[in-house]
Protein backbone atom coordinates (compact mmCIF):
# COMPACT_ATOMS: atom_id res chain seq x y z
CA UNK A 1 0.00 0.00 0.00
CA UNK A 2 1.06 3.60 -1.11
CA UNK A 3 0.89 6.48 1.06
CA UNK A 4 1.40 9.91 0.85
CA UNK A 5 1.57 11.72 4.00
CA UNK A 6 1.33 15.92 3.48
CA UNK A 7 1.15 18.41 6.65
CA UNK A 8 1.06 22.52 6.66
CA UNK A 9 -0.72 23.19 4.00
CA UNK A 10 -2.17 26.72 5.77
CA UNK A 11 -4.48 27.31 3.17
CA UNK A 12 -1.53 28.47 0.19
CA UNK A 13 -3.62 27.15 -3.15
CA UNK A 14 -0.61 26.80 -5.53
CA UNK A 15 1.09 24.87 -2.74
CA UNK A 16 -2.39 22.76 -2.66
CA UNK A 17 -2.72 22.73 -6.50
CA UNK A 18 1.05 21.11 -6.60
CA UNK A 19 -0.15 18.75 -4.36
CA UNK A 20 -2.97 17.63 -6.10
CA UNK A 21 -1.13 17.26 -9.33
CA UNK A 22 2.15 14.94 -7.14
CA UNK A 23 -1.20 12.56 -5.80
CA UNK A 24 -2.40 12.67 -9.58
CA UNK A 25 1.38 11.48 -10.51
CA UNK A 26 1.61 9.10 -7.63
CA UNK A 27 -1.59 7.61 -7.51
CA UNK A 28 -1.64 6.88 -3.51
CA UNK A 29 -3.89 4.49 -2.19
CA UNK A 30 -4.39 6.75 0.95
CA UNK A 31 -3.54 10.17 2.00
CA UNK A 32 -2.66 11.22 5.26
CA UNK A 33 -2.80 15.10 6.80
CA UNK A 34 -1.15 15.83 9.77
CA UNK A 35 -2.93 19.02 10.44
CA UNK A 36 -3.00 23.05 9.64
CA UNK A 37 -4.97 22.70 6.51
CA UNK A 38 -6.77 26.12 6.16
CA UNK A 39 -5.84 29.17 8.22
CA UNK A 40 -1.99 30.47 7.86
CA UNK A 41 -1.32 31.68 11.78
CA UNK A 42 -0.29 34.75 12.81
CA UNK A 43 3.99 34.19 12.75
CA UNK A 44 3.53 33.47 8.90
CA UNK A 45 1.97 36.37 6.87
CA UNK A 46 -0.50 36.16 4.41
CA UNK A 47 0.97 34.78 1.19
CA UNK A 48 -0.34 35.90 -2.12
CA UNK A 49 -2.21 32.66 -2.76
CA UNK A 50 -3.93 32.35 0.64
CA UNK A 51 -7.06 31.14 -0.74
CA UNK A 52 -8.40 28.79 2.23
CA UNK A 53 -11.78 28.28 0.36
CA UNK A 54 -10.46 26.85 -2.83
CA UNK A 55 -7.62 24.61 -1.00
CA UNK A 56 -10.57 22.81 1.07
CA UNK A 57 -12.69 22.19 -2.16
CA UNK A 58 -9.38 20.69 -3.62
CA UNK A 59 -8.75 18.65 -0.02
CA UNK A 60 -12.24 17.60 -0.73
CA UNK A 61 -11.26 15.55 -4.48
CA UNK A 62 -9.78 13.19 -1.76
CA UNK A 63 -12.08 12.79 1.18
CA UNK A 64 -12.51 9.40 0.47
CA UNK A 65 -9.01 8.10 0.59
CA UNK A 66 -8.12 10.78 3.41
CA UNK A 67 -7.26 10.47 7.00
CA UNK A 68 -7.06 13.77 8.30
CA UNK A 69 -5.60 14.65 11.89
CA UNK A 70 -6.65 17.93 13.78
CA UNK A 71 -3.79 20.75 14.10
CA UNK A 72 -3.57 23.77 16.42
CA UNK A 73 -4.03 26.17 13.52
CA UNK A 74 -7.45 24.08 12.89
CA UNK A 75 -10.65 25.55 13.82
CA UNK A 76 -14.13 23.45 13.92
CA UNK A 77 -15.11 25.27 11.35
CA UNK A 78 -12.31 24.46 9.29
CA UNK A 79 -13.33 20.80 9.51
CA UNK A 80 -16.83 21.85 8.84
CA UNK A 81 -15.63 22.57 5.44
CA UNK A 82 -13.90 19.70 4.66
CA UNK A 83 -14.95 16.22 3.86
CA UNK A 84 -13.71 13.83 5.71
CA UNK A 85 -13.31 14.09 9.78
CA UNK A 86 -10.76 15.44 11.59
CA UNK A 87 -9.42 13.89 15.17
CA UNK A 88 -6.92 14.98 17.63
CA UNK A 89 -5.11 11.65 17.29
CA UNK A 90 -5.50 8.17 15.62
CA UNK A 91 -3.77 4.86 15.35
CA UNK A 92 -3.88 2.98 12.21
CA UNK A 93 -2.18 0.46 10.88
CA UNK A 94 0.07 1.08 7.43
CA UNK A 95 1.73 -2.15 5.94
CA UNK A 96 1.37 -3.98 8.82
CA UNK A 97 2.77 -1.42 11.07
CA UNK A 98 1.13 0.30 13.38
CA UNK A 99 1.14 4.57 13.33
CA UNK A 100 0.26 7.08 16.06
CA UNK A 101 -0.89 10.01 13.88
CA UNK A 102 -0.78 13.16 15.81
CA UNK A 103 0.25 16.61 15.05
CA UNK A 104 2.58 17.49 17.29
CA UNK A 105 1.63 20.58 19.18
CA UNK A 106 1.11 20.38 23.00
CA UNK A 107 -2.87 19.53 22.83
CA UNK A 108 -2.21 16.78 20.61
CA UNK A 109 0.54 15.07 22.49
CA UNK A 110 -2.25 14.28 25.08
CA UNK A 111 -3.34 10.68 25.42
CA UNK A 112 -0.22 9.70 22.82
CA UNK A 113 0.29 5.97 23.94
CA UNK A 114 3.01 4.84 21.57
CA UNK A 115 4.36 1.29 21.69
CA UNK A 116 8.10 0.07 21.00
CA UNK A 117 7.93 -0.16 17.03
CA UNK A 118 5.67 2.34 16.03
CA UNK A 119 5.89 4.90 13.33
CA UNK A 120 4.87 8.23 15.15
CA UNK A 121 3.36 10.51 12.50
CA UNK A 122 3.95 14.28 12.99
CA UNK A 123 3.62 17.30 11.43
CA UNK A 124 3.10 21.14 13.53
CA UNK A 125 7.03 21.89 13.48
CA UNK A 126 7.59 22.58 9.37
CA UNK A 127 10.73 20.73 9.60
CA UNK A 128 11.31 16.96 8.29
CA UNK A 129 12.64 14.43 10.52
CA UNK A 130 13.13 10.63 9.17
CA UNK A 131 14.62 8.73 11.69
CA UNK A 132 15.06 5.61 14.55
CA UNK A 133 14.98 6.77 18.23
CA UNK A 134 13.95 5.02 21.37
CA UNK A 135 12.51 1.96 20.08
CA UNK A 136 10.31 3.99 17.57
CA UNK A 137 10.30 5.60 13.71
CA UNK A 138 9.84 9.32 13.76
CA UNK A 139 8.07 10.89 10.73
CA UNK A 140 7.44 14.40 9.95
CA UNK A 141 6.58 15.30 6.37
CA UNK A 142 7.93 18.70 6.95
CA UNK A 143 5.36 21.55 5.36
CA UNK A 144 4.87 22.30 1.45
CA UNK A 145 3.69 25.39 2.37
CA UNK A 146 6.03 27.25 5.06
CA UNK A 147 9.27 25.02 5.36
CA UNK A 148 11.33 26.01 8.28
CA UNK A 149 15.02 25.83 9.41
CA UNK A 150 16.41 26.26 6.17
CA UNK A 151 14.78 23.20 4.88
CA UNK A 152 12.60 23.28 1.29
CA UNK A 153 9.13 22.25 1.19
CA UNK A 154 8.62 18.38 1.46
CA UNK A 155 6.63 15.42 2.18
CA UNK A 156 6.27 12.05 2.58
CA UNK A 157 5.65 8.49 1.18
CA UNK A 158 4.96 5.15 2.65
CA UNK A 159 5.43 2.85 0.79
CA UNK A 160 5.98 -1.39 1.45
CA UNK A 161 8.39 -0.86 4.41
CA UNK A 162 10.26 2.00 2.53
CA UNK A 163 9.41 5.79 4.13
CA UNK A 164 10.92 8.75 2.43
CA UNK A 165 11.13 12.53 2.75
CA UNK A 166 10.86 13.95 -0.58
CA UNK A 167 10.98 17.73 -2.02
CA UNK A 168 8.08 19.36 -3.13
CA UNK A 169 7.33 19.85 -5.91
CA UNK A 170 9.42 17.47 -8.25
CA UNK A 171 9.38 14.68 -5.79
CA UNK A 172 12.99 14.05 -5.60
CA UNK A 173 14.12 11.88 -2.25
CA UNK A 174 15.45 13.03 0.04
CA UNK A 175 16.00 10.94 3.04
CA UNK A 176 14.36 7.20 3.25
CA UNK A 177 14.40 4.70 5.76
CA UNK A 178 13.91 0.90 5.05
CA UNK A 179 11.73 -0.36 8.14
CA UNK A 180 12.91 -4.08 8.00
Keep these: ?9 HGR ?14 KPDKIIFLGDFLYNGPRNGVPDDYDPLAVSS ?9 IGIRGNCDSRIDGDLLGFPLQDNRVIRINGYRCDLY ?17 L ?5 H ?6 KNGYVYLN ?3 ISFPKDGNGPTFALFDDKTL ?3 SFPDGGAVASLWLE
Design 1 to 9: MKILIASDI
Design 13 to 26: LRRMEGLSSLIGQI
Design 58 to 66: LLNVYAKNA
Design 103 to 119: HGDAYSLQGLKPHPGDI
Design 121 to 125: MSGHT
Design 127 to 132: IWVLKR
Design 141 to 143: PGS
Design 164 to 166: TIN
